[in-house]
């Protein structure tokens, strides 16, 4: 106990140290900033430090011990495995895309700040405490030895590895993106270098350490994380309000933020911007229901225009290549036409609808419309919850405590350091609306801040930002504005005009959440690669070195195809981890808890549980999701593909409570196993 004691306490003061140096480096920085350092050298000074503070971690807890490296000697204490797994928790979607979903989607978007905190109260009181308990390494070897058949558990194993890649890799991806975003924008290299460059950090901290490295390198990257997020917010909260504290402070604005929001919804120019949106909605429309003659028609009115500038004398250059994108980017195929139509439509359709306050709960045309949103609320809060608690890459932190008590403690910790932040969430993003309302709305096009050029050239296919003139009056409309809910975090300080060494601090914050989470997920899937397939599967004979050295192989090998998928922007980071969410309660969440509090559970009930749960969201998804060739008018109850849990998770626990009375009952080892586990 007393070395626990001491390790603790050693412990806090090397992290005391880290954080005092932390502040001091973010001074000099801003007194360097005041002298007139460039600013490209303050972007480079915080990602290139911060990385490398990371990097000298991993190198300074590298092993090839087996408990070491896959969950750091099981003596991490609670508090600090509660910042570490809260550094795994706040990923790119919840540092950069969070805030995002709430400014874009009003008071839907809290649906993803009680979804995922909701989880960890399941976490605690379901799957924590009975993990610690049985001990091992992985998600996999709990159910292999919960699950055991005639001829042992390496069918559900394979399974629980399966799904947790998939998982896994789902979440990673989304991790990936969001790194080359925060260092394309602040180091100007293009957006693939930028993920590969990322990837070099990620992989010294877990290739060289395992879990012991990962560990104390989030804890790090939590103190970079939590100043990051409420230095800027304490400041713009001193901007508009006379209170710094933000919970606080973004009472006192909502008020003026709804009293905008309702001007601007009777707004005659704004009016007119939704009405030109409406009109380009109906024109897809048109096209679509004449398909494929549309298509025809609009392949070879696009030939004649490029034509036509051609040969006109006076035609610039600029014009000529505008008309040959147009032709060059024209659809394919009367398929692809539908598709991308389809989605121009619903895009234009969202922009004609007024603007989506902040406060009211499920707005809509009418109440069926208000209805649906209110389901898909509570569907994704469901989604979210138990797919955090079924996460692989959260709950293999449970094994690194060194009690079952400690195991709930730093539940209680992870929350509490979540907590910090997502109590901010919801001001970051009443304070920036109202800052653009305020600043942007209403200003000249002539006058645009900087800001916007710089997030409209990171990606000039797809912009981050886009303000155009539509009325054609001179002056910016909220309508005429599009944002990207990826940018609003990272985007916050230039656009509340602060300091540039903020800016700084914002996409050192993101880079640390999106990297810590994909040390995590890399690990996970890595280890269960090595352990439960060719350490449990393959060769059970191997050796400890040979086992640690497999794992780091797959690591790098995973790693690399991450950073490939992520290179090819699959879409908007929160729905690849919604996504993620989805699957992982369809999948694992009934095998799992069943498994701790149902002892007639059996491996064909579980087996069943996963393989019917994983299928039915699958289906799910791709037959609504229009990316995936499905179709949004084929949804059950209207239930967004995101939220394909919800049909998942039953149908996995009815499938295995099903199969389970149906087939002979566990064995004694087994209930014994579960008594085990069960007893404080």
């Known amino acids: 106990m007393e070395s626990n004691k001491e390790f603790f306490w050693r412990l806090t003061r090397y992290y005391s140290l880290y954080t005092v140096g932390f502040i001091a480096f973010l001074c000099v920085l801003a007194i360097l900033e005041h002298e007139g350092m460039p600013r490209s050298w303050i972007g480079y000074l915080f990602l290139f430090v ?8 991993g190198v300074v807890c590298r092993t090839s011990d087996v408990p070491e490296y896959y969950v750091a000697g099981r003596r991490v204490p609670p508090l600090f495995n509660g910042m570490a797994t809260a550094a795994d928790w706040i990923s790119a979607a919840t540092f950069i895309s969070l805030a995002g979903g709430l400014y874009l989607q009003g008071f839907d978007g809290l649906a993803y700040i009680l979804g995922w905190t909701g989880g960890y109260v399941l976490v605690a009181l379901l799957i924590a405490p009975y993990l610690r308990k049985f001990g091992q390494y992985t998600i996999a070897d709990f159910l292999a030895a919960r699950y055991p058949g005639k001829r ?3 069918l ?3 399974l629980a590895v399966a799904a947790t890649i998939l998982i896994s890799f789902t979440y990673v991806v989304a991790q990936i993106y969001g790194v080359g975003l925060i260092t394309s ?9 930028g993920i590969f460059l990322g990837l070099a950090s990620i992989l010294v901290c877990s290739f060289l350490g395992g879990m012991r490295a990962i560990t104390w390198t989030q804890v790090a990257q939590y103190i970079i994380i939590l100043f990051a997020y409420l230095i800027p917010v304490v400041w713009l909260s001193a901007k508009h309000t006379t209170v710094p504290v933000p919970p606080v402070a973004y009472g006192a604005v909502l008020p003026k933020l709804n009293a905008i929001e309702r001007k601007l919804e009777s707004d005659p120019k704004e009016q007119e911007i939704r009405k030109i949106f409406q009109e380009r909605a109906d024109d897809y429309e048109r096209k679509l229901k004449n398909l494929p003659h549309s298509w025809e028609e609009g392949r070879v009115e696009a030939q004649h225009h490029i034509d036509d500038v051609k040969r006109n004398t006076r035609a610039s250059l600029a014009e000529i290549k505008a008309a040959s994108r147009a032709l060059s980017s024209y659809p394919k195929s009367p398929e692809e036409a539908e598709r991308r139509w389809s989605d121009a439509r619903a895009a234009n359709l969202l922009r004609a ?8 709960p499920f707005p809509g045309r009418d109440k069926d419309s208000s209805d649906i949103k209110r389901n898909n609320f509570l569907a994704l809060v469901f989604c979210l919850m138990l797919g955090t608690a079924a996460l692989p890459h959260i709950l293999m932190r449970y094994y690194t405590t060194p009690t079952v008590s400690a195991a709930r403690k730093s539940v209680f910790w992870t929350l509490f350091f979540i907590m910090l932040i997502y109590l901010t969430v919801p001001a970051l993003t009443v304070l920036v609306k109202y800052d653009i309302c305020t600043s942007l709305v209403g200003s000249s096009y002539t006058h645009l801040p900087d800001w916007v050029y710089y997030w409209a050239n990171i990606d000039k296919v797809n912009p981050l930002v886009s303000i155009s003139d539509m009325n054609k009056d001179g002056l910016v409309q909220l309508g005429e504005i599009s944002l990207d809910g990826d940018i609003i975090v990272l985007a916050m300080p230039e656009i ?16 640390a959440a999106a990297l810590s989470t994909a040390d995590g997920l890399l690990l996970t899937i890595s280890n269960a690669l090595s352990h439960d397939i060719y350490y449990k599967v393959v060769d059970p004979s191997a050796s400890t070195q040979k086992r640690v050295t497999i794992s780091k192989l797959l690591l790098l090998v995973v790693a690399l195809l991450a950073a490939y998928a992520a290179s090819l922007k699959p879409g908007d980071i929160l729905s690849m981890v919604g996504a993620a969410f989805s699957l992982a309660g369809s999948t694992l969440f009934p095998a799992l808890v069943l498994g701790v509090f149902w002892k007639r559970a059996n491996q064909a009930g579980a087996v069943a549980g996963i393989v019917c749960g994983f299928l039915m969201c699958v289906y799910y998804m791709l037959h609504t999701n229009p990316t995936f060739g499905g179709n949004a008018a084929a949804q059950w109850f209207h239930i967004a593909p995101i939220s394909a849990g919800v049909f998942g998770v039953p149908v996995g626990i009815a499938a295995m409570v099903i ?22």
């Open 50 to 57: 911060t990385i490398g503070l990371y990097a000298a971690i």
């Open 152 to 154: 042992g558990g390496n």
């Open 156 to 158: 559900i194993r394979i």
């Open 185 to 193: 924008r602040f180091t100007g290299i293009d957006f693939s270098i």
């Open 353 to 360: 609808q007024a603007p989506i306050s902040q406060t009211e």
């Open 496 to 511: 509340a005009g602060l300091p540039y060494f903020v800016s700084g601090l914002v996409a050192a914050g993101g880079l």
């Open 659 to 680: 199969v389970s009375l149906l087939t002979p009952p566990p064995d004694e080892a087994t209930v014994a196993l579960i008594d085990h586990i069960r007893t404080p």
